[in-house]
């Protein structure tokens, strides 16, 4: 089993800044990506960065520029630093792991979800 604790969030104003994190605990081979995506109300959850093992990084073409992904391969970490934050930003957004069991196999885990406001 694969717990994903996240932190972070909160309320802030447009423009303003905030840093979420994400721990990856329990039994598994190792982590084949680690990122975030986020749901807005009403909206369908969208991808937000997403850091492959191999250095890859893909972000929302929305947050391209704003916001910066880091990882900790070794940790099992991932940060999210969220700049010029706009009021569109407001989501729940939620930790992703694509983790390999040590079964075998490649399977999505996801966190419990930070609430982020942006007030404008």
């Known amino acids: 089993q694969v717990q994903l604790v996240e932190s972070g969030g909160g309320l802030v104003q447009a423009g303003g800044s905030l840093r979420l994190s994400c721990a990856a605990s329990g039994s598994f081979v190792s982590i084949n990506a680690m990122g975030w995506y986020r749901q807005a109300p009403g909206k369908q959850r969208e991808l937000v960065a997403l850091?492959?093992?191999?250095?890859?990084?893909n972000y929302a073409d929305s947050v391209k520029g704003r916001f910066a992904i880091s990882r900790d391969i070794a940790k099992n970490t991932v940060n999210l630093r969220l700049n010029s934050l706009k009021a569109e930003d407001t989501a729940v957004y939620y930790c992703n792991a694509v983790v390999v069991s040590v079964l075998g196999g490649a399977r999505d885990y996801w966190g419990q979800g930070t609430q982020v406001t942006v007030s404008s």
């Open positions: 850091f492959f093992s191999g250095g890859t990084i």
